[in-house]
């Protein structure tokens, strides 16, 4: 992992302490083996206690052995429980020392920690990635660029790249990309690459040499989110289940988008997965005092015959995440409290600046700091260049897991 840190912070240090102390230092090897011989089930309860980002890479950069019993842990997606995503700045640099992946030269971009904002962290993202690819998608720790039928999925903080085969486009043609997720890590023998198009939605299984193609009825994918253990396309606003087997298939579920509401909502929605909810969040500009731009959440009720959307007053522990791009992925949090954030709030990750805090709901006032015009910064589109992006490293997922 090549985020900055890792040297200056090492579990190695314990032991030759120890040993300092005891009036008898053994060399440097044998102590380093004698902690490299540790049991994997001793190493799993080890790192089962770790409760800081800082502390998984210094787990993790110990030693070849301890590295492989973090990846062999069962249950990596926890980390994503009890540690909020991190804050990935590719237009902000910071110093590090000349590095490439390989034939490529790698970019160092600020990483924010939120929950320990002075430790300074860095990824390194390959130079030509971020001038040269266009920004498709981000999924499972990995950054999905694309450009004229290229594709690459880059890890976010290691660099490393998979290429696909070529998509099936024509030799000038250069596609804009609307929506590229992973189903499944990058390493699951499962996982699928899906990119859409405006005309057409593209699948392909990860390691095979060639795409499906299903072209779209109406429009380009806007976003695909992991519900329930389904797949579920949001395309001009309505939703379909997609399904990859035994062919690639788009079904629309029923829905009431504007039942017994007073004005028309979903100007720009997003959706989000928040515990068991579905959720789309939209925002209206308010003309009145207070906040001046209200964020809402509907949950999806399929409880009725179609499902409607329903207002969600208040989401109590929860916190929501999300980007400026319109492909970069949402996350939701519960009791950011442990951390020092704040329930019933959107963190918005902004180009210029960090971040800025919004409250939901009802909580849009209680949040609003009227000396400041953060709030009136929320805005999220199509970019063809990576833009500030909440990210949780690819080390936190297992096979199976969500986005």
């Known amino acids: ?6 040297q200056q912070y090492s579990i190695m240090q314990s032991p030759s302490k120890v040993s300092e102390a005891s009036g008898s230092a053994p060399p440097a090897t044998s102590v380093i083996e004698g902690w490299a011989e540790l049991p994997e089930g001793l190493l799993h309860s080890i790192v089962a206690l770790l409760g800081s980002f800082l502390d998984l890479l210094a787990f993790t950069g110990t030693c070849h052995s301890w590295r492989a019993a973090f990846s062999s842990y069962p249950s990596k997606s926890n980390f994503r429980t009890i540690l909020p995503p991190l804050l990935v700045r590719p237009n902000v640099r910071v110093k590090a020392p000349s590095s490439s992946n390989g034939h490529r030269k790698l970019r160092s971009c600020e990483v924010i920690d939120l929950a320990n904002r002075n430790t300074p962290l860095r990824c390194q993202i390959p130079q030509e990635t971020l001038q040269r690819m266009h920004f498709a998608g981000s999924s499972h720790g990995q950054l999905i660029c694309c450009r004229r039928g290229y594709c690459l999925v880059v890890d976010v903080f290691t660099g490393a790249e998979v290429s696909p085969p070529r998509l099936p486009f024509s ?25 859409s198009t405006q005309s057409s939605l593209f699948d392909w299984p990860v390691g095979s040499d ?22 579920i396309a949001v395309i001009e606003y309505s939703l379909y289940t997609l399904q990859l087997a035994p062919i690639l298939r788009l079904e629309k579920i029923k829905t009431l988008w504007w039942d017994n509401m007073n004005e028309c909502p979903y ?20 003309f009145s005092f207070g906040a001046p731009v209200l964020y809402r959440p509907y949950r999806l009720d399929m409880s009725t015959k179609p499902a409607k959307w329903v207002e969600v007053k208040k ?16 996350f939701s949090f519960k009791n950011p409290e442990r ?63 969500g986005q």
């Open 267 to 286: 100007m720009r929605p997003w959706f989000v997965v928040c515990g068991d909810m579905l959720l789309i969040v939209d925002h209206y500009i308010s």
């Open 1 to 6: 992992m090549t985020i900055e840190g890792v």
């Open 171 to 195: 030799e000038n043609c250069d596609e804009f990309y609307y929506c590229g997720i992973l189903t499944a890590p990058i390493t699951s023998p499962n996982s699928h690459l899906i990119i």
């Open 315 to 330: 989401l109590e522990n929860w916190a929501l995440f999300i980007g400026g791009d319109a492909r970069s992925p949402p």
């Open 210 to 231: 060639s795409w499906s193609e299903l072209k779209l009825p109406v429009n380009q994918v806007d976003q695909i989110v992991e519900f329930n253990g389904q797949l």
């Open 339 to 401: 951390w020092g954030g704040r329930s019933n709030c959107l963190y918005y990750a902004h180009y210029s600046q960090p971040l800025s805090l919004h409250g939901l709901g009802d909580d849009a006032d209680a949040v609003w700091d009227p000396n400041t015009d953060d709030n009136l910064v929320f805005k999220r589109n199509w970019y063809r260049q990576l833009q500030a992006l909440w990210v949780y490293p690819s080390m936190f997922y297992s096979e199976g897991d």
